[in-house]
């Protein structure tokens, strides 16, 4: 309850993970596994808490009131108008003009 809103069947990227999560559970648990399978669902159980804590700290929600995520305008836009959008098209001229790093190049801080 402390990092997962009482709204959280209304949040898609809780759903996927709670979802993971049970999953992850049901083959860790299946009798045909080993015990290193459990340790590897407990890893995933770690991983998923630190997730959800993070997704908790973005989001308005209370007990008493849900906000629905509201995409960035950007991302709204490409999905609207798609690659002949201008949105499209200054994302990729932004790309283009990054310099190329080629497998082991190292970025200086």
């Given at each position: 309850s402390t990092f997962i809103p009482p709204c959280w069947e209304k949040h898609e990227g809780y759903i996927r993970f709670l979802d993971a999560l049970h999953r992850s559970y049901l083959d860790a648990t299946h009798p045909a596994q080993t015990g290193e399978a459990?340790?590897?669902?407990?890893?995933?159980?770690?991983?998923?808490?630190?997730?959800?804590a993070a997704c908790s700290k973005?989001?308005?929600c209370t007990s008493?009131?849900?906000?629905?995520?509201?995409?960035?305008?950007?991302?709204?836009?490409?999905?609207?108008?798609?690659?002949?959008?201008?949105?499209?098209?200054a994302r990729q001229?932004?790309?283009?003009?990054?310099?190329?790093?080629?497998?082991?190049s190292v970025v200086a801080a």
């Open positions: 459990l340790m590897g669902w407990h890893h995933n159980y770690q991983f998923v808490r630190d997730e959800l973005q989001l308005s008493l009131t849900h906000h629905p995520f509201q995409a960035p305008a950007w991302a709204t836009a490409i999905v609207n108008d798609g690659k002949d959008g201008h949105e499209w098209q001229e932004e790309v283009a003009l990054r310099p190329r790093r080629g497998p082991g």
